[in-house]
C-alpha cells in the first residue's frame, strides 16, 4: 500500500525544523511522499503577522523536491483550514494510500480539541515527535488516552531542531541570516519578496 505523509501548518515561513521533522518520519514510516499543506486560515491560533497564502505555498513550493510536495488544498478552500476536511479530499484523491499525519509536540497534546477528531482519526494515523525534555513522556501518555478513542498513533524521539517561524521573522526583522535556519530557495523568496521586514 502507498503511504503519504501529510505536514500542515502555518508555515510562516517554512523552515529547517519542519523538513528535519518531516524527513526523519518519512525514513521511518517508508513513505513514497510528503505532502506539505500550507493554512489559508489557521483555526487554532491568531497570527497576526501572517503573509498572504500565495506566498507561502510559493515558500513550500521552493522548499519541496525530492519526495517533499507542496499541496495547495487548504489555499484553494479559503475559510479555517480544518484538517478533518482536509483529509477526507486526500483520502478522496488517494484512496489506496496509507496517510500519516505529522504534528509537533504542542498540536498533538491539544488533539481532542480539534475539529472533528474522531474523522481525523478513521482517516489518518497521527505522528508527533517532542520538542522538549519532557515532552516524550507527555505524548506516549496522550497517545494511550488517543488509542482508546479509536486512533491509530506513532511517537517517536526524534531529535528537535530549535528553529521557528517566530524565530525567522524576528531575524529578518533584526537584518540578521537566516541563511542556518530556512533552505537557500526559501531565505532568496523572502527576500525577494520583502517578507516579515515589519
Same mark, same amino acid.
Not at 517517536?156 to 537584518?175: C, D, F, K, Q, W
Not at 531565505?187 to 516579515?196: G, K, V
Given at each position: $500500500?502507498?503511504?503519504?505523509?501529510?505536514?500542515?501548518?502555518?508555515?510562516? /515561513?517554512?523552515?529547517?525544523?519542519?523538513?528535519? !521533522?518531516?524527513?526523519?518520519? *518519512?525514513?521511518? !514510516?517508508?513513505?513514497?511522499?510528503?505532502?506539505?499543506?500550507?493554512?489559508?486560515?489557521?483555526?487554532?491560533? @491568531?497570527?497576526?503577522?501572517?503573509? /498572504? %497564502?500565495?506566498?507561502?505555498?510559493? $515558500?513550500?513550493?521552493?522548499?519541496?523536491?525530492?519526495?517533499?510536495?507542496?499541496?495547495?488544498?487548504?489555499? #484553494?478552500?479559503?475559510? /479555517? @483550514? &480544518?484538517? +478533518?476536511?482536509?483529509?477526507?479530499?486526500?483520502? %478522496?484523491? &488517494?484512496?489506496?494510500? =496509507?496517510?500519516?499525519?505529522?504534528?509537533?509536540?504542542? $498540536?498533538?497534546?491539544?488533539?481532542?480539541?480539534?475539529?472533528?477528531?474522531?474523522?481525523?482519526? +478513521?482517516? *489518518?494515523?497521527?505522528?508527533?515527535?517532542?520538542?522538549? %525534555?519532557?515532552?516524550?513522556?507527555?505524548?506516549?501518555? &496522550?497517545?494511550?488516552?488517543?488509542?482508546?478513542?479509536? *486512533?491509530?498513533?506513532?511517537? =517517536?524521539?526524534?531529535?528537535?531542531?530549535?528553529? @521557528? @517561524?517566530? $524565530?525567522?521573522?524576528?531575524?529578518?526583522? =533584526?537584518?540578521?541570516?537566516?541563511?542556518?535556519?530556512?533552505?537557500? *530557495?526559501?531565505? #532568496?523568496?523572502?527576500?525577494?519578496?520583502?517578507?516579515?521586514?515589519?
Amino acid at each position: $500500500m502507498r503511504k503519504i505523509a501529510i505536514l500542515g501548518g502555518t508555515f510562516n /515561513p517554512i523552515h529547517n525544523g519542519h523538513l528535519h !521533522l518531516a524527513g526523519c518520519f *518519512a525514513k521511518l !514510516l517508508g513513505v513514497q511522499k510528503v505532502l506539505l499543506i500550507p493554512t489559508y486560515l489557521p483555526p487554532h491560533k @491568531s497570527a497576526p503577522d501572517l503573509a /498572504p %497564502a500565495r506566498h507561502r505555498l510559493a $515558500m513550500c513550493r521552493a522548499a519541496a523536491g525530492g519526495i517533499f510536495e507542496a499541496s495547495d488544498i487548504e489555499i #484553494r478552500r479559503r475559510g /479555517p @483550514s &480544518y484538517t +478533518s476536511d482536509t483529509l477526507r479530499e486526500l483520502k %478522496a484523491l &488517494y484512496p489506496d494510500a =496509507e496517510l500519516y499525519l505529522i504534528t509537533g509536540e504542542d $498540536m498533538f497534546l491539544t488533539l481532542t480539541q480539534w475539529h472533528e477528531p474522531e474523522t481525523i482519526f +478513521s482517516l *489518518a494515523t497521527v505522528c508527533a515527535a517532542p520538542r522538549s %525534555a519532557a515532552g516524550l513522556g507527555r505524548l506516549l501518555k &496522550y497517545a494511550q488516552d488517543l488509542r482508546r478513542m479509536g *486512533a491509530r498513533t506513532r511517537v =517517536e524521539n526524534i531529535e528537535y531542531l530549535p528553529v @521557528s @517561524s517566530t $524565530m525567522v521573522r524576528r531575524a529578518v526583522r =533584526e537584518g540578521k541570516s537566516i541563511a542556518r535556519l530556512v533552505p537557500v *530557495a526559501v531565505e #532568496r523568496y523572502i527576500r525577494e519578496h520583502h517578507l516579515y521586514l515589519r
